[in-house]
């Protein structure tokens, strides 16, 4: 079992920044992919970003330039920096981590941008 806490969710002004950190615990891979999601009232869950073990990073193009995606194996932890906000960065973000086929989930940590 996983279990997956993140941190570091708030309210920022529109050009602001915040980081959004992941703890993972439980039965650990030492290959897996971690990343965030995010999901915005009334929207679907949409993919942010995602890193995998060995450090190759993927982005949605909406974030690409303004958010970077790192981790710390040792630690079991995905850190999301976010910068340039803009209010429709607004949404729960959900930290995701896939090992051997299974997916598990935070509880989501509000980030709102505002205006």
């Known amino acids: 079992q996983v279990q997956l806490v993140e941190s570091g969710g708030g309210l920022v002004q529109a050009g602001g920044s915040l980081r959004l950190s992941c703890a993972a615990s439980g039965s650990i891979s030492s290959i897996n992919d971690m990343g965030w999601y995010r999901q915005a009232p009334g929207n679907q869950r949409e993919f942010v970003a995602r890193v995998t073990s060995s450090g190759t990073t993927i982005f949605d193009a909406s974030v690409k330039g303004r958010f970077t995606i790192s981790r710390d194996n040792a630690k079991n932890t995905v850190y999301l920096q976010m910068n340039s906000l803009k209010p429709d960065d607004t949404a729960v973000y959900y930290c995701?981590?896939?090992?051997?086929?299974?997916?598990?989930w935070g509880q989501g940590t509000q980030v709102t941008v505002s205006s």
């Open positions: 995701h981590l896939n090992q051997m086929g299974y997916a598990s």
